[in-house]
């Protein structure tokens, strides 16, 4: 007789527990919103650091204490002791991928056995310095490789793989225009 007391683990998830919050999201919009914030300090030369303390989900605050340092290579100016902002963001597009693999896995009781993600792109100097108005000063392709095994089959993976770029939300913000409303404050 199956024990209905110990929730169902798949990839280490709690399935009960994401099937919940899909259902909590699904019952209307009181529960369906998030809110995101970072602050960010100029620590000198090309060194900042971001402190995250808190999300709201379903108008609720949620307590969170993360600091992530960035910094800039040498080459860049900066004193290489932390990863730099595009190593952030594309370590960010490929976080939030892995979550959307592994959770599609779980609720479909689909064990992983690995996953794997590599991002690259390129970006030009001259749009990064401002010396040539016609070159983008950032990425203008990523090209990223998926590698995952379990117990699934090709067809399941492709399923996986479209629904992952579907439903995450920084491949859906780093493949669509996002607006930046800005402030500036001279204090």
């Given at each position: 007789m199956l024990?209905?007391?110990?929730?169902?683990?798949v990839n280490g998830l709690n399935v009960d527990d994401?099937?919940?919050?899909?259902?909590?999201?699904?019952?209307?919009?009181?529960?369906?919103?998030?809110?995101?914030?970072v602050s960010s300090a100029w620590q000198g030369r090309t060194h900042n650091r971001s402190k995250v303390t808190s999300f709201h989900m379903g108008g609720e605050e949620v307590n969170r204490e993360f600091t992530i340092d960035?910094?800039?290579?040498?080459?860049?100016?900066g004193a290489n002791k932390y990863a730099n902002p595009q190593e952030h963001l594309l370590a960010a597009i490929n976080s939030c991928m892995m979550v959307g693999y592994v959770a599609q896995c779980a609720l479909r009781?689909?064990?992983?056995?690995?996953?794997?993600i590599d991002i690259e792109g390129d970006i030009d100097l001259r749009g990064f310095?401002?010396?040539?108005?016609?070159?983008a000063a950032g990425y203008e392709s990523l090209t990223y490789t998926?590698?995952?095994?379990?117990?699934?089959?090709?067809?399941?993976?492709?399923?996986i793989h479209n629904a992952v770029r579907?439903?995450?939300?920084?491949?859906?913000?780093?493949?669509?225009?996002?607006?930046?409303?800005?402030?500036?404050?001279?204090?």
């Open positions: 024990d209905k007391t110990k929730p169902e683990i994401v099937k919940a919050l899909i259902a909590s999201a699904a019952a209307g919009p009181e529960n369906n919103g998030t809110k995101w914030k960035i910094d800039e290579p040498e080459e860049l100016g009781g689909i064990a992983l056995d690995s996953l794997e310095l401002g010396l040539d108005e016609n070159t998926v590698r995952i095994s379990g117990d699934a089959t090709p067809e399941e993976f492709v399923d579907a439903t995450s939300p920084n491949f859906y913000n780093i493949t669509r225009a996002v607006a930046m409303n800005d402030r500036l404050q001279v204090v």
